[in-house]
């Protein structure tokens, strides 16, 4: 068996990874967008062959989870090639592409937890796993007598970190390579521990406490143990979190009814600007009916301000302004802190200067720490460790046994 990472051996996203039988067969996992691609810039899909004319040696692409790095190239897919995804993951990205930032797939099969599914000489097992998206797996890719485990993204501290113990507890067995997540190691930072999804609600609930009006959170819509902090952290202050129609559709397509969602008490919806003029557009009224019953307008933003903690995203600003419920409100960051840095963020951070609101960073990441990395190689045991998801490959061998450094686009044997 072998294996070319196309694009992640030396960077955080963009994953791609091609696997070849002895008899030529092959599969890809994940077809990743860079996260260093700009929103409108065209990223093409690596030169695989197969993907640009039919080719019966390409069997299908496997979609690890539902985050852009790994899937933000499937729209250059072509309709021959089978896809496998996970059924939740593929729920949550038909209905992000109403919002434009998803995709409508119509997948060959769906991923399973610990069920192994044949294509050609591979046998494919689906590990769910703990991540800060949703319905996430790593995959056991099995052909020729050789093992290759791919991590995919994982967490151990999340609010499924027990899909985490459970891996460690009964890992896959002799597993010859282990292409593994390496996003917490960084070029000349020393690595640490970081708080969990559980001490995060802890700080966002002392925030809501001391904040004197409303609180502006911003957070990933997909990111569901996120959304999970935020509501039972505004349950214990006594407040009511405020989520947009974005949120709340994704929130529905998980199909667990334990996660916030439209009926919950103490959660409202309101719906921006540009989302009512998607609605209005696509004649959808069914999504704005559906939430009807927690549905919160503009002019109750100012009169409940103190009480309220509100989904928020730059580009409602102009509306959230005019709304007048901005005395003495409070920002919250709670996603990367990188993502200030990027050019992307200008227009939110002026708006924060203009009307004097400070911003809180409150954050954990939705990636494994260090010593949870280490905990996972050694239950797992491979012969090899191959990074991948990370900036610092160079690095791994401080912190990992067996280590082996490939470069995007070279093939090399498992």
Not at 108 to 130: H, K, S, V, W
Not at 266 to 283: D, E, K, M, N
Not at 339 to 353: C, D, N
Not at 354 to 364: G, K, N, S, T, V
């Amino acid at each position: 068996m072998k294996i070319r990472i196309h694009r992640g051996a030396r960077e955080i996203g963009g994953n791609c990874v091609e696997v070849e039988a002895d008899d030529g067969s092959r599969i890809v996992l994940d077809v990743g967008r860079p996260l260093t691609a700009l929103r409108d810039e065209h990223i093409p899909l690596p030169e695989i062959s197969g993907i640009d004319a039919p080719h019966e040696s390409l069997l299908g692409v496997i979609i690890s989870h539902g985050h852009q790095d790994h899937w933000g190239l499937i729209d250059q897919v072509p309709e021959h090639v089978p896809v496998y995804i996970g059924e939740a993951t593929n729920r949550i990205l038909k209905e992000a592409s109403f919002f434009s930032i998803g995709a409508k797939l119509d997948p060959a099969g769906y991923l399973q937890d610990r069920e192994p599914f044949r294509l050609g000489p591979f046998t494919i097992t689906p590990f769910l796993n703990d991540h800060s998206a949703f319905d996430t797996y790593s995959l056991l890719i099995e052909a020729d007598g050789k093992r290759l485990f791919y991590s995919a993204d994982l967490q151990g501290h999340g609010r499924k970190a027990r899909l985490f113990e459970k891996l460690l507890r009964a890992p896959p067995q002799n597993v010859d390579i282990m292409l593994m997540e390496g996003t917490a190691l960084r070029p000349n930072e020393v690595p640490r521990a970081g708080k969990t999804e559980r001490q995060l609600e802890d700080e966002i609930v002392e925030t809501l406490e001391t904040a004197p009006g409303i609180v502006l959170a911003m957070y990933a819509a997909q990111n569901m143990d996120r959304l999970v902090t935020w509501f039972r952290a505004c349950r214990r202050a006594k407040r009511f979190l405020v989520v947009d129609l974005y949120t709340a559709s994704i929130a529905k397509a998980t199909g667990n009814r334990n996660i916030p969602q439209h009926g919950f008490r103490g959660l409202l919806t309101y719906v921006p600007q540009a989302q009512r003029i998607r609605v209005r557009q696509s004649g959808e009224f069914e999504r704005v009916n559906a939430i009807k019953q927690s549905r919160i307008f503009p002019e109750e933003l100012a009169p409940r301000a103190k009480e309220l903690v509100l989904t928020f995203r730059a580009s409602m600003s102009g509306e959230i302004e005019r709304s007048g419920c901005l005395d003495a409100a409070t920002a919250v960051w709670s996603m990367w802190p990188g993502y200030l840095e990027q050019p992307g963020t200008k227009r939110l951070l002026e708006f924060l200067r203009r009307h004097d609101i400070p911003l809180i960073e409150l954050h954990a990441s939705g990636h494994a720490y260090i010593s949870d990395l280490q905990r996972f190689a050694r239950a797992v045991a491979p012969k090899r460790i191959v990074p991948i998801h990370s900036s610092a490959p160079d690095r791994f061998a401080e912190f990992f046994d067996n280590v082996q450094c490939c470069r995007d686009g070279e093939w090399w044997e498992c």
